[in-house]
């Protein structure tokens, strides 16, 4: 009989907090992005606040659907390994 091996993370532990904190980061920041494609400032003017106004319509020559799927798909792989991280840094081994 032979003895089985004993499985091992192909990434060393001491990384987790490091790669979860770096993965939700970089997820947030393209989910972010992907929202702020459609905000505009209402008012420049000196002295008025500028107030930012979220878009939901825009013309069709201005969106691009390769473009959203994208960045949704990157950002939704990014924040899935960082939450996976997140959870095997706090020791939940999942």
Same mark, same amino acid.
């Given at each position: 009989?032979?003895?089985?091996?004993?499985?091992?993370?192909?990434?060393? /532990?001491?990384?987790?907090?490091?790669?979860?904190?770096?993965?939700?980061? /970089?997820?947030?920041?393209? %989910?972010?992005?992907?929202?702020?494609?459609?905000?505009?400032?209402?008012?420049?003017?000196?002295?008025?606040?500028?107030?930012?106004?979220?878009?939901?319509?825009?013309?069709?020559?201005?969106?691009?659907?390769?473009?959203?799927? %994208?960045?949704?798909?990157?950002?939704?792989?990014?924040?899935?390994?960082?939450?996976?991280?997140?959870?095997?840094?706090?020791?939940?081994?999942?």
């Amino acid at each position: 009989m032979q003895a089985t091996a004993s499985i091992s993370s192909p990434v060393p /532990v001491v990384w987790y907090p490091t790669l979860a904190v770096a993965m939700v980061a /970089v997820g947030l920041m393209l %989910t972010a992005s992907f929202f702020m494609s459609g905000l505009y400032a209402n008012s420049v003017e000196i002295g008025k606040p500028i107030c930012l106004r979220y878009e939901a319509t825009s013309s069709r020559h201005s969106r691009s659907f390769a473009k959203e799927i %994208t960045t949704a798909a990157v950002a939704s792989v990014f924040l899935g390994f960082g939450s996976l991280f997140v959870l095997l840094a706090s020791g939940v081994y999942v």
